[in-house]
């Protein structure tokens, strides 16, 4: 048999695309004699090093090469890391897109933003239903996560039943009253399960995840005792933690204030679909903040990771058009730290304490729980499913190793446990559950903003070589945020600066103008400066010369 050829009509592929020896970009692909269904289409944000790179999806060339087989794709939940990718599948996928009806609406807003010249069918299932995709069944399964309308996916095929729990914890309490389908799970279980695939994030925390109802009476206390404002930030998807600020702002006599754009969408299209309710009179825009005593007011902002441009960055940098911090404030971090964003989030904590503020984070209060199932909740699933094979999926390679010894734990077979990461092909016959072979695999970086959303999916290499890279230098004195000089401006493959006089002067003063209008603070924080010059000399370019290249802002710190 061809080593690209379909499996034979008894066997399934089962093909990760991402999201095993990484966080983020989760991507499945299952495919049989007949077709293909994905599962996920997901990014993950860049690290560091990634210069000028806003976000990193899979290398999807596998799917584009099969695009005719592909029957279907489905989508567990409306988390960027497993939606994020999808817009990039749209100039090439003809086949319809099942999710939930909140994941759905999600996808709809990043549709609109890519409009691709054929539209995607778009299909909303509910949990228990069965749809089917080619010569694949799947039934959609209620779990419990920190975003609505999560699902696991149990999946019949020609070689056996597949389960995916997808991201699922085991929560008793919900605060949308939406329970784990134990019995659903079990009885899959009992009618036998031929392989596994687990969600492996927390697979290294012992113990249980605390319910997301726990987090209720440590921000109930703060909202009760506080004597000024309150600030909470937390992720924008986050629907159930910002339902609980609401009724708990509700409950202590407080008016509630959303800043951000990706949380006030989000909250949107909860309220549309009734997943979120704000009672009548309780929100106050922005700009009516000061009209609020101080004691009366709950701000809930995004921001949790220190993005430069994000609402609780610029509030901490006393940047934001509306909203002011004062001294005596309290901002409470209400998400986990990712990790690559220790300093960002320190470089705020400091500009709030400057403020004044006071600081609350997870690492001093319960305000924040995950949203993934710890050690023994893995376990849990392991013995609700009983699966012949098991594959941990989801995580880097230590935690995908970490659930494979909690797999052994439970009594499956140490032969029966699959470790394998992103491109290994996974072949499940009625014989054996084995790795037969590797398909191309990779990373793609994206250079785009909100505003840019048309086809900019470029590779790093490729986006230098097409439309070249700026460097704009600038000499801050950091302790004082004054400028030394004037910034200069070295460009390669975009323009010749001395044929270019002139635009290269004007690029100049625009760099010029921006660090300028830039408090001593702001300048004083090289990521802030740079997002800053990086938005201004980018918006210029385009619409000076049609071009976008790559601008990286290099900060000499004097």
Same mark, same amino acid.
């Given at each position: 048999?061809?080593?690209?050829?379909?499996?034979?009509?008894?066997?399934?592929?089962?093909?990760?695309?991402?999201?095993?020896?990484?966080?983020?970009?989760?991507?499945?692909?299952?495919?049989?004699?007949?077709?293909?269904?994905?599962?996920?289409?997901?990014?993950?944000?860049?690290?560091?090093?990634?210069?000028?790179?806003?976000?990193?999806?899979?290398?999807?060339?596998?799917?584009?090469?099969?695009?005719?087989?592909?029957?279907?794709?489905?989508?567990?939940?409306?988390?960027?890391?497993?939606?994020?990718?999808?817009?990039?599948?749209?100039?090439?996928?003809?086949?319809?897109?099942?999710?939930?009806?909140?994941?759905?609406?999600?996808?709809?807003?990043?549709?609109?933003?890519?409009?691709?010249?054929?539209?995607?069918?778009?299909?909303?299932?509910?949990?228990?239903?069965?749809?089917?995709?080619?010569?694949?069944?799947?039934?959609?399964?209620?779990?419990?996560?920190?975003?609505?309308?999560?699902?696991?996916?149990?999946?019949?095929?020609?070689?056996?039943?597949?389960?995916?729990?997808?991201?699922?914890?085991?929560?008793?309490?919900?605060?949308?009253?939406?329970?784990?389908?134990?019995?659903?799970?079990?009885?899959?279980?009992?009618?036998?399960?031929?392989?596994?695939?687990?969600?492996?994030?927390?697979?290294?925390?012992?113990?249980?995840? #605390? !319910?997301?109802? *726990? $987090?209720?009476?440590?921000?109930? %206390?703060?909202?009760?005792?506080? @004597?000024?404002? +309150?600030?909470? /930030?937390?992720?924008?998807?986050?629907?159930?933690?910002?339902?609980?600020?609401?009724?708990?702002?509700?409950?202590?006599?407080?008016?509630?204030?959303?800043?951000?754009?990706?949380?006030?969408?989000?909250?949107?299209?909860?309220?549309?679909?009734?997943?979120?309710?704000? #009672? !009548?009179?309780? *929100? $106050?825009?922005?700009?009516?903040? %000061?009209?609020?005593?101080?004691? @009366?007011?709950? +701000?809930?902002? /995004?921001?949790?990771?220190?993005?430069?441009?994000?609402?609780?960055?610029?509030?901490?940098?006393?940047?934001?058009?509306?909203?002011?911090?004062?001294?005596?404030?309290?901002?409470?971090?209400?998400?986990?730290?990712?990790?690559?964003?220790?300093?960002?989030?320190?470089?705020?904590?400091?500009?709030?304490?400057?403020?004044?503020?006071?600081?609350?984070?997870?690492?001093?209060?319960?305000?924040?729980?995950?949203?993934?199932?710890?050690?023994?909740?893995?376990?849990?699933?392991?013995?609700?499913?009983?699966?012949?094979?098991?594959?941990?999926?989801?995580?880097?390679?230590?935690?995908?190793?970490?659930?494979?010894?909690?797999?052994?734990?439970?009594?499956?077979?140490?032969?029966?446990?699959?470790?394998?990461?992103?491109?290994?092909?996974?072949?499940?016959?009625?014989?054996?559950?084995?790795?037969?072979?590797?398909?191309?695999?990779?990373?793609?970086?994206?250079?785009?903003?909100?505003?840019?959303?048309?086809?900019?999916?470029?590779?790093?290499?490729?986006?230098?070589?097409?439309?070249?890279?700026?460097?704009?230098?600038?000499?801050?004195?950091?302790?004082?945020?004054?400028?030394?000089?004037?910034?200069?401006?070295?460009?390669?493959?975009?323009?010749?600066?001395?044929?270019?006089?002139?635009?290269?002067?004007?690029?100049?003063?625009?760099?010029?103008?921006?660090?300028?209008?830039?408090?001593?603070?702001?300048?004083?924080?090289?990521?802030?400066?740079?997002?800053?010059?990086?938005?201004?000399?980018?918006?210029?370019?385009?619409?000076?010369?049609?071009?976008?290249?790559?601008?990286?802002?290099?900060?000499?710190?004097?």
């Amino acid at each position: 048999m061809p080593a690209d050829a379909p499996p034979p009509p008894d066997t399934v592929q089962v093909i990760p695309l991402g999201g095993l020896g990484e966080f983020g970009m989760n991507l499945t692909v299952f495919r049989s004699h007949d077709g293909i269904m994905v599962v996920d289409a997901g990014l993950m944000f860049p690290e560091q090093e990634f210069l000028g790179v806003d976000i990193v999806i899979p290398d999807m060339s596998y799917l584009s090469d099969h695009a005719d087989e592909v029957k279907g794709v489905v989508l567990s939940h409306g988390h960027e890391d497993h939606v994020g990718a999808l817009p990039y599948m749209l100039p090439w996928l003809r086949a319809p897109i099942y999710a939930s009806a909140y994941t759905l609406a999600l996808v709809r807003a990043k549709i609109k933003e890519h409009a691709p010249q054929v539209p995607p069918e778009l299909r909303t299932v509910t949990p228990r239903q069965r749809v089917p995709i080619g010569s694949f069944e799947v039934e959609f399964l209620q779990v419990t996560h920190s975003i609505p309308d999560a699902m696991a996916l149990a999946i019949r095929t020609p070689a056996g039943v597949i389960l995916h729990t997808c991201d699922f914890k085991l929560d008793q309490t919900p605060v949308d009253g939406r329970t784990f389908d134990y019995q659903r799970f079990s009885q899959y279980g009992d009618k036998g399960v031929r392989l596994l695939l687990s969600d492996s994030t927390n697979a290294e925390r012992p113990g249980f995840t #605390p !319910s997301e109802a *726990s $987090v209720r009476p440590t921000l109930s %206390d703060i909202l009760q005792t506080a @004597k000024s404002r +309150v600030f909470v /930030t937390t992720f924008g998807s986050h629907i159930h933690r910002v339902q609980q600020l609401i009724d708990l702002a509700a409950e202590h006599g407080r008016r509630i204030c959303l800043l951000g754009r990706s949380l006030n969408n989000n909250v949107g299209i909860a309220s549309d679909l009734g997943i979120i309710s704000i #009672p !009548s009179g309780l *929100s $106050v825009d922005a700009r009516h903040f %000061d009209s609020v005593p101080r004691d @009366k007011l709950l +701000v809930i902002a /995004t921001g949790t990771q220190g993005e430069p441009t994000s609402a609780m960055s610029r509030i901490a940098l006393d940047d934001h058009r509306d909203v002011k911090i004062a001294p005596d404030d309290l901002a409470v971090f209400s998400s986990r730290l990712i990790p690559g964003n220790e300093k960002a989030i320190s470089r705020m904590i400091n500009h709030l304490y400057r403020r004044g503020a006071k600081v609350i984070t997870s690492e001093d209060a319960p305000v924040h729980v995950s949203g993934h199932a710890s050690a023994e909740e893995l376990k849990i699933m392991l013995n609700l499913v009983r699966p012949e094979y098991f594959m941990p999926v989801h995580g880097e390679l230590r935690q995908l190793i970490r659930h494979a010894k909690l797999a052994e734990d439970t009594g499956i077979k140490t032969d029966h446990i699959l470790t394998v990461e992103t491109g290994t092909v996974i072949e499940v016959s009625a014989e054996a559950v084995r790795p037969t072979g590797e398909v191309p695999t990779g990373m793609v970086f994206i250079d785009g903003t909100l505003e840019e959303v048309e086809e900019i999916v470029l590779r790093d290499r490729r986006h230098i070589s097409e439309d070249g890279i700026v460097l704009p230098i600038i000499a801050i004195r950091m302790k004082t945020g004054t400028i030394e000089g004037e910034p200069e401006l070295i460009s390669r493959g975009f323009v010749h600066v001395d044929e270019s006089e002139e635009l290269i002067g004007e690029a100049t003063r625009v760099v010029m103008k921006t660090v300028q209008a830039c408090s001593a603070e702001e300048r004083g924080d090289a990521a802030v400066l740079k997002a800053k010059v990086h938005t201004d000399l980018k918006r210029y370019l385009r619409k000076t010369t049609q071009r976008r290249p790559m601008i990286i802002p290099v900060i000499i710190e004097i």
